[in-house]
């Protein structure tokens, strides 16, 4: 049985993992045996920059946190040398940087299975994520979509209004002209 001491950090742990799980937008779990310090520390490097928090994690104290957050689907996952990365703000990024990774030709990093939205994503799922392009893209494209009908509609009421008044532009001069 362990001490009190223990026993109370490694729940503090299992809080702060699940707390972690509940905000998280989007995890994946991966198997990191046999992945270079040299690669480690580059895809730490490139997690970071994409605001991607990496972490090994203990798959005992993952398995509490995961029941504490409704992912008891997890469980079959968190067996081996387990590593999660996690985004807060954007699941693409997530997805991008560990897909880049693990599908290099001599990869030996192992996409366990992710999450999204509270639901878990196989490999395929994750694969099909990092291909979408990035957030800020995507909201371009949306805005641009949205703004098209706009500024077609504007487009074409200024048309009208130039004819209109190149119209009445015409009955003027007809008028002055009639008049001298």
């Not at 905000?23 to 994409?50: H, K, L, N, Y």
């Not at 990869?107 to 994750?126: C, N, P, R, Y």
């Not at 190149?166 to 009955?171: E, K, R, S, T």
């Amino acid at each position: 049985m362990p001490n009190e001491k223990v026993l109370s950090e490694k729940q503090a742990i299992v809080a702060e993992l699940a707390d972690k799980l509940k905000r998280a937008s989007a995890g994946i779990f991966v198997d990191f045996t046999g992945t270079t310090v040299a690669t480690d520390t580059e895809m730490r490097r490139e997690m970071g920059q994409a605001g991607v928090e990496y972490s090994v994690v203990k798959n005992t104290l993952t398995r509490f946190a995961a029941n504490q957050t409704g992912f008891e689907a997890l469980d079959p996952y968190l067996n081996g040398p387990t590593a999660l990365a996690l985004s807060y703000d954007d699941p693409v990024a997530v997805a991008k940087v560990v897909y880049k990774y693990a599908s290099k030709k001599d990869s030996t990093l192992k996409i366990k299975v992710g999450f999204a939205d509270g639901k878990l994503i196989e490999e395929s799922q994750i694969k099909a994520l990092a291909a979408l392009p990035p957030r800020e893209e995507l909201l371009a494209k949306v805005l641009g979509t949205m703004i098209a009908p706009v500024s077609g509609l504007a487009t074409v009421l200024n048309a009208n209004i130039r004819g209109l008044a190149v119209v009445l532009n015409a009955i003027a001069e007809k008028k002055s002209g009639d008049a001298a």
